[in-house]
């Protein structure tokens, strides 16, 4: 991923509110996708996964969309909570390979 | 569920000292990747491993080194350390042979270079 130092994107919604996180990747060989969330000082915590087969899928209050054409995935949070506050990340992998490549996260902050 | 167990969780060296951390996997994983996390970073991929061999290489300095062992716990070696080696260190693991082939981190090991 790109150095952002500490300056990292920030999306900030109302409680309740729908939350939508974008990602850009650059391997048009990727065809594995993941986001995860990343509370302060712990580790990064699977959220869900996507193939590059799918286009679209959907888990218990968050989605999220493949689009391979411009690469860019999304991460969709319903009803967004005061627990969702943190940062998110994405990350792809190609088949073959052991190395899964991050992309800049977003600070979701949730207001009350 | 057991998780990627990393130990020391907070570490403190003094430059060009020499520091080891330590990951152990989930219980029947058996490939391990190592990620560095500088404050408000990226996690940036450092090297893995599968089955015991070194399987991709990230942007691991010269001055570090990793294995995995024959239980499957990994050890990743930093020497000659600089301040801007201070960050939080992750493990994760996962298991191939797994259509999806998720990778679950570790909660890291912080350390700090004074």
């Known amino acids: 991923g790109e150095n952002v130092g500490l300056h990292l994107p920030t999306l900030s919604v109302q409680e309740g509110d729908n939350s939508i996180i974008n990602c850009a990747y650059s391997?048009?060989?990727?065809?594995?996708f993941i986001w995860y969330k990343q509370e302060s000082g712990k580790g990064p915590q699977f959220i869900i996964d996507?193939?590059?087969?799918?286009d679209k899928r959907q888990g218990q209050r968050v989605t999220v969309l493949l689009n391979k054409t411009v690469k860019h995935l999304s991460l969709q949070i319903a009803a967004t909570q005061p627990g969702d506050s943190a940062v998110y990340f994405c990350?792809?992998?190609?088949?073959?390979?052991?190395?899964?490549?991050f992309g800049t996260g977003t600070r979701l902050k949730v207001l009350a | 569920a057991a998780g990627v167990i990393q130990s020391p969780r907070h570490l403190i060296k003094e430059k060009r000292e020499t520091a080891t951390l330590k990951c152990y996997p989930i219980?029947?994983?058996?490939?391990v990747y190592w990620y560095q996390q500088g404050p408000g970073q990226d996690p940036q991929f450092l090297i893995s491993f599968y089955e015991k061999m070194q399987s991709d290489k990230g942007s691991i300095p010269d001055r570090f080194s990793a294995q995995q062992f024959s239980d499957y716990h990994s050890e990743l070696n930093m020497s000659s350390l600089e301040l801007g080696d201070s960050a939080l260190y992750f493990c994760a693991s996962s298991q191939r042979g797994i259509a999806e082939n998720t990778i679950y981190f570790g909660e890291g090991s912080w350390l700090t270079v004074v």
């Open positions: 990350a792809d992998t190609t088949s073959g390979t052991y190395k899964y490549i």
């Open positions: 391997n048009s060989a990727s065809d594995y």
């Open positions: 996507i193939r590059s087969n799918m």
């Open positions: 219980p029947r994983h058996d490939t």
